[in-house]
């Protein structure tokens, strides 16, 4: 039976209709730019769990979807209609990757035994639908957070029986991992930090945390499962305070426990919001560090104080993060552009779920065109070379070289006049760079 009303998504160029439709404007898979295919720069992904599982709940009411399988009422069928409900979308969407949490497939049982088998069932389907349709896993992860057992973290939990739980629950996720040929694995901590200081040992729970890591790390070695661990940042929501709250947090924590050798960074735009950071700083850090991992694909109303996970549609802040993904080359070594992205409370149709779908894919296809023509261009190295031409020769090299010290310096500047300091400044002429990037997003999407 066919789930989704709806043909297959395609490119069907710019400026075909000012009123959006079910097509592509500017997301071409097959066309080669900047070297490679638009679906190899790109690497979309479709989440399970808000474009599955999500009812379209918020803090102040009760969901609102609409989707074809809800006439099963019993759980499990429920989760295998699911299934058939998602490679379907997949196919007409026109993508290549899925991310999902272990908890997002199957209800639990009353043991983690009984929790184990229904997931493997719903596992099973999958794989099948995979040798068939070729369909690729971004990555996979564990959900350590929604059951009312982490009511004080996993990894950090003070409880021991829960920190052995879940750890357990971790090992059969990084086998279902292995099973799936999921290229990443994710660790989002979304109740690992603390709600008081008062009755928390801060250090411990971190040693905790880092031991958690160190053993996953450990089995999927052992059982043979290459996928790139990442750690996942977030600041705040649920907890008063997340031990991983930036990309500068979390990449200290991994340095401090030497976990920068085999992890790396999976970031989110409405994440880097709630840290005051913008999606381009998050990056940045990342790339910068050589730990750009993966990303997730959304962003936030900066109206709004919480994690709403709205489909990203802003082309300045699409153009940034494609920027930062241009100059690296890639989105990490195996990384893509999940969408960590749902509809809006009053968007609760079915076909809604392919129009979010269509405006982020179109907005970072779009933002990848413009950062490609600018990187052509050089508009920013130019800028940022000329910036710093003082550093290329004379005492700027000499700094740079290490060859000087203080009181080197100290004689080279004890004499200068203001007027000679002041003269060795330039305006950056921010105002005139920004009025650039609008003309580049103009210019290469017209």
Known sequence: MAYWQVNKIKYIGPHQSLKSDLGFQYYNPEEIIGGKKMKDWLRFSVAYWHTFDQRLVDPFGDGTAIRPYDKYSDPMDQALAKVDAAFEFY?????????????????????????????????????????????????????????????????????????????????????????????????????????????????????????????????????GFQAQM????????????????????????????????????????????????????????????????????????????????????????????????????????????????KPRRSSFEPNDLFYGHIVGMDSFAAGLRVALKMKADHVLEDIINERYNSYNSGIGAQIEAGTVNFTDLEKYSLDKTQAQLRAATHSDHLEQIKDTINHYIIETLS
Do not use: C
């Open 91 to 223: 196919d007409k969407l026109g993508v290549n990757y899925f991310a999902f949490h272990d908890r997002d497939l199957a209800p639990e049982g009353d043991t983690l035994r009984e929790t184990n088998q229904n997931l493997d069932k719903i596992v099973d389907k999958i794989v099948e639908y995979q040798k068939t349709t070729g369909m690729k896993v971004l990555w996979n992860t564990s959900n350590l957070f929604n059951n009312p057992r982490f009511v004080a973290g996993a990894a950090t939990s003070p409880y021991a029986d829960i920190f052995a739980y879940s750890a357990a629950q971790l090992k059969h996720s990084l086998e279902i991992g292995k099973r799936v040929g999921a290229e990443n694995y994710v660790f989002w901590g979304g109740r690992e930090g603390y709600e008081s200081l008062w009755n928390t040992d801060m250090k411990r729970e971190q040693e905790h945390a880092a031991r958690f890591f160190q053993m996953a790390k450990d089995y999927a070695k052992e059982i």
């Open 230 to 341: 990442l750690l996942e940042p977030k600041p705040k929501e649920p907890t008063t305070h997340q031990y991983d709250f930036d990309a500068a947090t979390t990449i200290a924590f991994m340095k401090e426990y030497n976990l920068d050798q085999d992890f790396k960074l999976n970031l989110e735009g409405n994440h880097a919001n709630l840290a005051g950071h913008s999606y381009q700083h998050e990056i940045r850090v990342a790339r910068t560090a050589g730990l750009l991992g993966s990303l997730d694909a959304n962003q936030g109303d900066k109206l709004i104080g919480w994690d709403i996970d709205e489909y990203p549609s802003n082309l300045y802040e699409t153009v940034a993060a494609m920027y930062e993904v241009v100059q690296e080359g890639q989105i990490g070594p195996h990384g893509g552009l999940n969408f960590d992205a």
